[in-house]
């Protein structure tokens, strides 16, 4: 090889060196540009990071009503049974049978040959009942004799309190299905008239009924007395009234009732006098009630419904549903009394505590909560907003928000006072109301009576057999 190819060999060779040299600071280029973008989002990462941490630290956690997100279901996966199927598809168990009968084959149905290994193939359950009893009528026949020495007629004694209430003629167990109809079934007087005659053949005028449901409600008013004196020791009670009318007259049922008992009045009136004469001017417990200013007279503990006041701010939400700053307010009062009802359901006090220092506790506490909702409502009272009323409703009762804070065992509602109530709502929608004063009392009597043996998860028909035979009060 000459010179010249020699030379022109080395040119090409480092022009391939610098083409190399060239595409290799390109590469460079790249790669510096790259670990910049890197670089770059490594900081942006560390910034996200840092902002995730510092709004899980000021996350609270959901309200008590608000459901958890479900679970979405993979491809494939079947959609679980709901909990009411798993519980209707579940075997029935057999009722314990009171009769038995035997269905035995002998022979084939087919080509009648004798069968062998004879064996129980299968049990079917039939539940009915007996032919509806005809009334029994006994007829006591009872003698005399003339005393010759008293010079006077007299009778072979007999006692039938067991049997019969005072000197009518309607038996007790007859008695205690009629009053049964009338006061848990809620059956007008002529459908009883017309159910006795149907089933048990026996023809009671409507005027008898009536007059037998005054009797028994004279001899029962003792025990409906013992409950009345029962509600007025009672630590807490919850009050609440409704309509009724008297001769086409407007007046008012009052009720108190605890988990155990319940009592009701009738009155013309609608003042708070009447919540006095029902619980005791002296009583030491706490009154649930709703916000009517009847309760106002009752001037010891009074835990006022949490359930009407959400359910007044609900209807002004309806009301404005584009105020953000209502919007806004109503749930922030939701959340102090979601924040009070999970401290009560978790509240653990200290048994080393004297009750005086453990009802301080609580009442501390209870300060609190009614700090929180006064700071809350305080920018919205007297001025022109929608939630004025309420907020001013909320500082006038504020002592009376929170005592289900202080005291264990009181509810912040009371949702009891209405369902107790509520069967004789639905009495008023069917017959109206009554007709005398003496009417309203016996209706008041036996509804005291029977509501308080179903809330006790007693036999009303068997209490009521039970306290007509009884000689607690004279006939």
Same mark, same amino acid.
């Given at each position: 090889m000459n010179a010249e190819e020699k030379i022109a060999s080395l040119e090409d060779a480092l022009s391939r060196a610098l083409e190399e040299l060239h595409q290799t600071r390109e590469? $460079?280029?790249?790669l510096q540009k790259v670990q910049e973008q890197l670089k770059e989002?490594? +900081?942006q990462l560390q910034k996200a990071q840092a902002r995730i941490a510092e709004l899980e630290k000021r996350k609270t956690p959901p309200p008590e009503f608000v459901k958890a997100n479900a679970?979405?279901?993979?491809?494939?996966?079947? &959609?679980?049974?709901k909990k009411r199927e798993a519980q209707y598809n579940k075997g029935r168990a057999r009722e314990t049978p009171t009769e038995s009968a035997e269905h035995h084959v002998v022979n084939c149905s087919q080509c009648h040959q004798r069968l062998g290994g004879i064996t129980l193939a299968r049990v079917r359950e039939v539940i009915d009942i007996p032919p509806p009893p005809e009334v029994v009528v006994t007829q006591h026949r009872i003698y005399q004799g003339w005393c010759s020495n008293c010079q006077k007629w007299h009778e072979?004694?007999?006692?039938?309190?067991? +049997? #019969?209430?005072?000197q009518g003629r309607i038996g007790v167990r007859l008695t205690s299905l009629i009053a049964t109809l009338r006061t848990v079934m809620r059956l007008p007087i002529r459908q009883i008239q017309l159910y006795l005659e149907t089933m048990h053949q026996v023809k009671i005028s409507n005027g008898?009924?009536?007059?037998?449901?005054?009797?028994?409600?004279?001899?029962?008013?003792? $025990?409906?007395?013992?409950? &009345?004196?029962?509600?007025?020791?009672?630590p807490a009670v919850q009050a609440d009234e409704t309509g009724w009318r008297e001769d086409g007259q407007n007046g008012y049922i009052w009720s108190v009732s605890t988990p155990t008992l319940r009592y009701y009045e009738y009155h013309h009136s609608r003042a708070g006098e009447v919540v006095k004469s029902l619980i005791g001017e002296e009583y030491q417990g706490v009154l649930g009630s709703d916000f009517y200013a009847g309760y106002n007279t009752h001037k010891g503990y009074h835990?006022?419904?949490?359930?009407?006041? !959400?359910?007044?701010?609900?209807? !002004?939400?309806?009301?404005?549903?584009?105020?953000?700053? !209502? $919007?806004?307010?109503?749930k922030a009062v939701r959340a102090i009394y979601d924040d009070a009802s999970a401290w009560v359901a978790h509240a653990r006090?200290?048994?080393?505590?004297?009750?005086?220092?453990? !009802?301080?506790?609580?009442?501390?506490?209870?300060?609190?909560? +009614?700090?929180?909702?006064?700071?809350?409502?305080?920018?919205?009272?007297?001025?022109? #907003?929608p939630q004025r009323i309420l907020c001013e409703r909320i500082e006038r009762f504020l002592p009376e928000?929170? #005592?289900? #804070?202080?005291i264990a065992g009181v509810p912040s509602h009371n949702n009891l006072a209405e369902r107790s109530i509520r069967p004789l709502v639905i009495a008023r929608k069917i017959s109206g109301g009554s007709r005398t004063p003496k009417g309203s009392q016996t209706r008041m009597t036996l509804a005291s009576l029977f509501a308080t043996w179903m809330a006790q998860q007693l036999n009303p028909f068997q209490q009521c057999l039970l306290a007509l035979t009884s000689t607690f009060s004279a006939n």
């Open positions: 590469q $460079l280029r790249a989002s490594q +900081e679970k979405k279901r993979e491809a494939g996966e079947k &959609k679980p049974r072979a004694p007999v006692d039938l309190h067991e +049997e #019969v209430l005072g008898e009924i009536v007059e037998l449901l005054h009797r028994i409600g004279k001899h029962v008013q003792p $025990l409906v007395d013992g409950i &009345k004196a029962q509600i007025q020791t009672s835990q006022r419904c949490w359930v009407h006041l !959400l359910g007044d701010i609900h209807d !002004l939400k309806k009301l404005h549903p584009k105020d953000e700053q !209502l $919007l806004g307010w109503a006090d200290d048994p080393a505590l004297s009750p005086t220092k453990l !009802l301080q506790a609580r009442k501390a506490q209870q300060h609190m909560y +009614e700090q929180r909702l006064l700071n809350l409502c305080r920018s919205y009272m007297r001025v022109d #907003v928000l929170f #005592v289900f #804070v202080a």
